[in-house]
């Protein structure tokens, strides 16, 4: 059984945020700025608030950004959760819950905030880590026999996306414009996306870094993650079909990823560990991971057309499905020397699983546009229209609790209009 | 003829730094702070200095980036070159000139300095955009009927590269350690790097950004863009072969990309602009260009075993070879939305001529390893070794003057110790 708070809104099997998550984000208030909080039950915890109060050791919470908290690295981590964890506690420290001026002035119901990007992404890197969506895609690319890339066993293939435009969950996304080339035309045309799509991740986020040149065993790599997030890496199919080959995806994905509001710490998650799958081709050493460095974490996708009253669940799957740990990830990144810095974000890759209702985007869902999805209401979806919202949610299952991630989701707005200069003469 | 300057080292045709030129860098004397200053003849002068002697109508050049003054934006910078110029003109404002004690104070001799990075690099792209250079490599991985990939006369092919990593040049580069697959071998091994390359590029910064779901047309681009440096991109080529399928470059690139430490200003370089070649195919309307935004610059690359006493030039091109302006890949990287920032930088690919000699890899210049270079000496090299230096310099040339860029240079030292964890058991 949990751990009671005496928050009563912590204290359901349902919420997201019972005593033992405690996740960190940045939220304001009308007329306030931007600062760092805490969820529990119903409630953001003003870290800056408890900061003033001279309830917490920091100073570094009065900020728009965790990245100053994160830099302190993990002892600093760990004694904020302990103290976190006494002050929200049933029978614990009674300063906060006993100060009936400041408690309220402490705990923001989260009906009442605007939450921010929870951290200045320092750099972007998104990964390719998820074998069923790798050998979905595969598939209706090169065929069955030739689906997994010849390196896709020994590398946690990545790349480097782009930070400018990792937005807050609730963040409107434009359709993107751009060139494609539908079959059966020689030359490409300039259009919005017709094959817009979402792709289900994790995002690891990066509270500590190395210096250049430096590469970092797996557990060390593991020792800079400060916690995840739900991360939706929206995806123009049709831009990418045409401009990946050779150094891979670009317009396709810099217009938009969204993030969960708040990072849910790996000492949070620490019961929920899990080894990554059986190996089919051994690891070279520097990939091996000295324990079990993945997590169980339920996700699912949801889809609401515009004007639509409920969301349909498209698919539902498991971060575990992944074949490589993000500690795996970050070792990989660092092997030649590369600087990680505080502030990095990295995107799991697709998670999809083994079955179809488990597929992470909706080029698998579909099967390339192919097999359209129904939702609520009989209306029919291959790729996503104006106006419609995806919304991700995930949560790892405790037995009687959750430790949740609350939801990352956005809505697609319709692409630029067309400028005379765009236009052909 | 160019207008002369009252510092006698900035006439001559040697040098770099004409009063014309003005290039704007970070340095730091002995036991100071970093701060900006711009080229002159053999000096640096120290901005903030002449903001704290009331010289200047700024307040930003205190500081250990340039990106405060390019935020400022066009006007500034326009009225700042008016400014210094006048200042250091022969027939100027006399208020330095003839203020011996202040223009000590402000003029530090180059050779006295420590050069910085010259800003803040908020985002880093690099391109492919060398029709010589796609040529080459493409006919030595496809066979020269498929050289040039089916999209590279429509797209200025782009990918993100890795921020955290761009060094000031001067910067001693790590060999990098990575996964290789050579060849009649089934499985990767772990080892350095054994083929060790540079890529000779410029790179164009940024001085303004854009907001998100905002596409730009290219002469909304070219305004974006602050000055140029010279970029090397260094690439580790067995690395990168075994990696870079289906996803594109990523620890064959992430360890390092040098820069040379002066931006040299769109202003300065405006009287060298030249047009892109022709298409041979026509560009889709988003991407033509309004007027010539390509530069004449002369570009070459040294390079220096360990020992030597003298560079050995392997390589002469110019930045003109290039099919794609800077501008029409910032117009490019928009189309979608994608928010550029104040400090993005945009490597230009590797810029390689019709010739042998005009080639700006060595990858190129050894055709894949096949033909070694001889250095200065009799040394050979198909790559780079340990203990190697290379250096990239450029210039555009007027009449008795030239606009330089000082050089980008680098040398290798060797790949970090193995460690226990990354041996095989």
Chains 1, 2 share one sequence.
Not at 75 to 100: I, K, Q, S
Not at 329 to 349: E, F, T, Y
Not at 396 to 422: H, M, N, S
Request: hydrophobic share 40%; aromatic share 8%.
């Amino acid at each position: 059984m949990m751990r009671k708070s005496w928050i009563e809104s912590a204290n359901t099997a349902e919420t997201d945020f019972p005593l033992i998550n405690l996740p960190y984000g940045v939220f304001s208030r009308a007329g306030g700025a931007p600062r760092c909080g805490v969820a529990i039950g119903d409630y953001v915890a003003d870290l800056a608030a408890l900061e003033h109060a001279g309830l917490l050791e920091t100073a570094v919470f009065d900020a728009p950004a965790l990245n100053g908290f994160m830099a302190l690295g993990k002892a600093v981590w760990e004694c904020n959760r302990e103290r976190l964890t006494a002050l929200f506690a049933a029978e614990g420290d009674p300063a906060l819950r006993d100060d009936a001026a400041l408690s309220a002035a402490v705990l923001v119901p989260q009906a009442e905030v605007v939450m921010h990007l929870p951290f200045a992404v320092a750099g972007y890197t998104d990964f390719y880590a998820g074998r069923h969506h790798a050998e979905n895609v595969g598939t209706m690319f090169r065929g069955p026999e030739n689906a997994l890339p010849p390196n896709w066993l020994s590398i946690p293939i990545g790349y480097n996306g782009r930070a400018s435009t990792v937005v807050i969950s609730g963040t409107p996304i434009r359709r993107p414009l751009g060139q494609i080339k539908p079959p059966g035309i020689e030359l490409p045309v300039f259009s919005p996306t017709r094959r817009l799509d979402i792709e289900l991740e994790m995002g690891a986020v990066l509270g500590q870094g190395s210096a250049m040149g430096t590469p970092l065993t797996v557990a060390e790599a593991d020792d800079l993650i400060f916690g995840y997030v739900l991360l939706n890496d929206w995806s123009a199919r049709d831009i990418q079909a045409w401009e990946y080959q050779p150094l891979g995806p670009f317009q396709a994905k810099v217009f938009a990823t969204s993030i969960s509001p708040w990072v849910v710490t790996k000492a949070a998650l620490a019961r929920f560990r899990v080894s990554t799958p059986e190996r089919t081709r051994p690891l070279l050493p520097y990939l091996r991971e000295p324990g079990p460095m993945l997590y169980n974490i339920e996700l699912e996708v949801r889809m609401r057309a515009e004007g639509q009253r409920r969301d349909t669940v498209i698919s539902r799957t498991n971060y575990r499905e992944m074949y490589y740990s993000a500690a795996q990830q970050v070792a990989h990144h660092a092997i030649g020397g590369c600087r990680m810095q505080v502030g990095d974000l990295l995107g799991s890759g697709t998670i999809s699983g083994p079955e179809k209702e488990n597929r992470g985007s909706l080029l698998e869902l579909s099967w390339g546009g192919k097999e359209p999805l129904t939702l609520e209401g009989g209306v029919k979806r291959c790729f996503i229209e104006d106006g419609d919202t995806l919304t991700l949610a995930g949560w790892a299952q405790g037995d009687g609790y959750r430790i949740g991630f609350g939801t990352c989701e956005g809505k697609i707005v319709p692409a630029p209009a067309l400028r005379p200069e765009w236009l052909d003469d």
